[in-house]
């Protein structure tokens, strides 16, 4: 996977180690997502599906997107649609995708690079491959997430935040055998590049053959961790984790990770996209692109989204 990376693990900062009394979080449950279609066609696999929505809390929907190689003229995104009360990030593995949205935000992309959009109280956005990857094809892997916004934040005025893979903070463990990419929040003293209006952390982890990783968690965060490929292991009773898997952990201080000996041909490693954070605990009213607290602000979302009070597309749009 191209996202940023080093030559030499050992040379990056070592995450906290685990303290003697920590208690390491048990696994609640283990499920596998299941596939689909979005936007104008592009493949996801749901990480949430099946999983009680008190277990996601801040977290309200992610998919990830591909991995799919195209062939030329395959390549889909999505057309100009609206958001309201909560926010989207995107995170490209590999390949490249374009945003532009009605606020003046937008950029490329690609390998390793995260676009955070703060929907507030309303933007309009695009997501699409540029034309020569159209032309082209090629690798296309990410992620999409939806982060709630608390009531008092829901009409906050929208924010994009352009996270380059370079801004990405870098961790290893002990042993450098693994390579922790801080997107957002904080890891024990260590903080990522991604601004976030509730506490949360995402992490991407690239774990060797063999390796194993403790992380230290904040014990008032929920905390999942999705397979994006390769096979391991998650918490003490080491329990099989694969490809399109998402583990939900509770009760506990730490995290507990390991790597399968030998990994498929597709991969050299166990990668895994690590989220958790602060429960908002507030009525969830969801449906489309509106996540709201009542029926009653989804209607009064639907109707501002078609007074055009959401927002315009630009003249200059992709």
Do not use: C
């Amino acid at each position: 996977m191209p996202a940023v990376s080093v030559d030499n693990p050992l040379e990056l900062p070592k995450v906290i180690a685990p303290k003697s009394a920590d208690r390491a979080r048990r696994v609640k449950s283990i499920t596998s997502a299941p596939r689909g279609l979005e936007g104008e066609g592009f493949p996801v696999r749901r990480a949430f599906a099946g999983i009680d929505v008190v277990d996601l809390d801040p977290f309200i929907h992610m998919d990830q997107m591909g991995e799919v190689d195209y062939g030329p003229g395959e390549p889909k995104g999505t057309p100009w649609h609206p958001h309201r009360g909560f926010e989207t990030v995107t995170y490209m593995i590999e390949g490249t995708f374009l945003h532009q949205d009605s606020i003046g935000g937008g950029g490329v992309i690609q390998n390793g690079a995260t676009q955070w959009m703060t929907a507030g109280a309303g933007i309009l956005h695009i997501e699409r491959p540029p034309d020569a990857l159209i032309d082209s094809g090629g690798l296309f892997h990410g992620i999409q997430l939806w982060v709630n916004l608390p009531s008092k934040l829901k009409m906050t005025n929208p924010r994009y935040q352009d996270i380059g893979a370079a801004a990405v903070t870098l961790l290893t463990n002990e042993n450098g055998d693994a390579i922790i990419r801080v997107i957002a929040g904080s890891l024990g003293d260590v903080d990522g590049p991604g601004s976030t209006h509730t506490p949360i952390t995402v992490l991407h982890v690239t774990l060797m053959p063999g390796g194993s990783l403790e992380l230290p968690w904040n014990p008032s965060y929920n905390a999942l961790t999705y397979v994006l490929a390769g096979k391991g292991t998650v918490g003490l009773d080491r329990l099989e984790i694969g490809d399109g898997q998402m583990a939900v952990h509770v009760d506990g201080d730490t995290l507990v990770l390991a790597a399968r000996e030998s990994q498929d041909s597709r991969t050299n490693a166990f990668e895994v996209l690590i989220l958790g954070g602060e429960p908002i605990r507030e009525p969830v009213a969801a449906y489309g692109p509106f996540v709201m607290n009542t029926r009653a602000e989804l209607q009064q979302a639907f109707e501002d989204y078609e007074a055009g009070r959401l927002g315009q597309i630009p003249a200059d749009h992709i």
